[in-house]
C-alpha cells in the first residue's frame, strides 16, 4: 500500500499539530497524544501497514516543515512524539487482535475436542482453521515428561518441522492439557507418521498416539478419545512403544467392556497367588514377562535377571497354586487375558 492510499482521516490535525508546536516549542498535550494512539489503532483494525502510515506522516512533515530558523528541533521532536505515540495505539491493536484470534482459536479446539458445539455452527468455524468436519479427520497426541502450552519451544518446533515438510496441508496443530496434538485429515498417514517422529524427538523421547481416522463432525472428538485411551492403556500396560496406534490396541477396550467379568477372571485365576510367600507381585511379574516373551523361558529370565531354573520353578509354582500351566497352550489363552486385566485393573495393588 502506498502513501497516496492512506487515508487522510489517519492524518487529521497532525500539519496542524506540527506547525503549532513549531511557533511555540511546547510538547505535544496529553490529548494529544491520545488522539494520536487512537489513529493509530483505528489504522491498525482498518488493515493498513505501518511502515505505509509512517511515510506518509513523514511526507506530510516534508510538506509542513517550518522555514524560520531555530524550529527545526521543535519540528523534529513533534514528528518524533506524534510516531511514536501512533505506533503504539498499532501496536495496541495489533495485540489485542492477536489475544482475540488465539482466544477464538483456543475455545474453538476446546469445542472441537469436548464436542461442546452445534455441529453445524462448529463446521463453519472449522473453516476458518482449515478443516472441513464433512471429511475424515485423525488425531495425533503427544506426551512428554512436562507439560506443553501454545508458543512453548517443543510446539513450535514441531510445527516448524511439519509446515517445512508439508505445508499446511490442512493441518492443525495445537495444545490441549499438556500435552501436543495434531489434526490432519484421515487419508494423510505421512503426517502422522512424521508428527510422531518429530514430537517423539522434541519431547526427549515421550510417547505419541494416534487416533483411527474418523469421519463427520464429530470424527475429531472421537479419534482424540481414542488417542487418549492408547496414552492411558499405553501406562497402565507399562507399554514401552514410542508410537502407539489406537487400532492395534483395540482388543484392550473389549476386555475392559465388563470390569467385573474381567475382575471375576482375574480373581478366579490369579487370587491363589496371594497366598505366596512374598505375595502375588513377584509371580504376577514372571507371568507378564513369560507371556512378553513369547513363552521363551530363557528370554522371560534375562528380562527378570533370573536363573532359567528360577523361572522354571516360578511356573511351576504357579501351576501348583492356580492349577493353570503356563507353558500349556489350553491354559495359557486363560491366564495371559487374566494377566493383562490384572495391569488394566492395578490388582493386586487395588482391591476388585
Not at 131 to 144: E, I, M
Request: glycine content about 8%.
Amino acid at each position: 500500500m502506498t502513501e497516496r492510499e492512506i487515508p487522510e482521516q489517519y492524518l487529521d490535525g497532525y500539519a496542524q499539530i506540527l506547525a503549532e508546536v513549531s511557533a511555540t516549542g511546547r510538547r505535544l498535550t496529553r490529548e494529544e497524544l491520545t488522539s494520536r494512539r487512537a489513529l493509530g489503532e483505528q489504522a491498525a483494525d482498518a488493515g493498513h501497514g505501518l511502515r505505509a502510515l509512517v511515510s506518509a506522516h513523514l511526507t506530510v512533515a516534508r510538506t509542513a516543515w517550518p522555514d524560520r530558523p531555530g524550529s527545526a528541533d521543535s519540528a523534529l521532536a513533534a514528528v518524533h512524539q506524534v510516531i511514536d505515540a501512533f505506533s503504539e495505539g498499532y501496536e495496541r491493536a495489533q495485540r489485542n487482535a492477536v489475544r482475540q484470534e488465539e482466544a477464538a482459536r483456543r475455545e474453538f479446539i476446546d469445542d472441537l475436542l469436548y464436542g461442546r458445539s452445534d455441529l453445524g455452527r462448529l463446521a463453519e468455524r472449522a473453516e476458518r482453521f482449515g478443516l472441513r468436519l464433512s471429511r475424515s479427520y485423525a488425531v495425533a497426541v503427544a506426551q512428554g515428561p512436562t507439560a506443553y502450552e501454545e508458543g512453548d519451544p517443543v510446539p513450535r518446533q514441531v510445527e516448524r518441522a511439519l509446515i517445512s515438510r508439508f505445508g499446511d496441508r490442512s493441518i492443525l496443530l495445537t495444545t490441549k492439557d499438556g500435552r501436543v496434538l495434531c489434526i490432519v485429515p484421515g487419508h494423510q498417514d505421512e503426517v502422522l507418521a512424521y508428527f510422531a517422529k518429530q514430537a517423539h524427538a522434541a519431547t526427549d523421547g515421550g510417547r505419541v498416539a494416534i487416533g483411527r481416522a474418523q469421519p463427520g463432525p464429530g470424527g475429531v472428538v472421537h479419534s482424540y478419545e481414542e488417542a487418549l485411551n492408547a496414552l492411558e492403556l499405553a501406562e497402565r500396560l507399562e507399554l514401552d512403544n514410542p508410537v502407539l496406534h489406537a487400532a492395534d490396541l483395540l482388543v484392550y477396550p473389549v476386555l475392559t467392556r465388563d470390569r467385573q467379568a474381567m475382575a471375576d477372571l482375574v480373581l478366579n485365576s490369579l487370587g491363589p497367588l496371594t497366598t505366596a510367600r512374598g505375595g502375588a507381585r513377584p509371580l504376577l511379574d514372571t507371568l507378564t514377562a513369560y507371556f512378553d516373551s513369547g513363552c521363551v523361558a530363557a528370554e522371560a529370565a534375562r528380562r527378570l535377571s533370573l536363573s532359567v531354573r528360577a523361572l522354571t520353578y516360578r511356573l511351576e509354582r504357579i501351576h501348583k497354586l492356580t492349577g493353570a500351566n503356563p507353558a500349556d497352550a489350553a491354559h495359557r489363552y486363560m491366564l495371559q487375558t487374566a494377566v493383562i486385566g490384572a495391569r488394566l485393573l492395578d490388582w493386586p495393588a487395588k482391591e476388585l
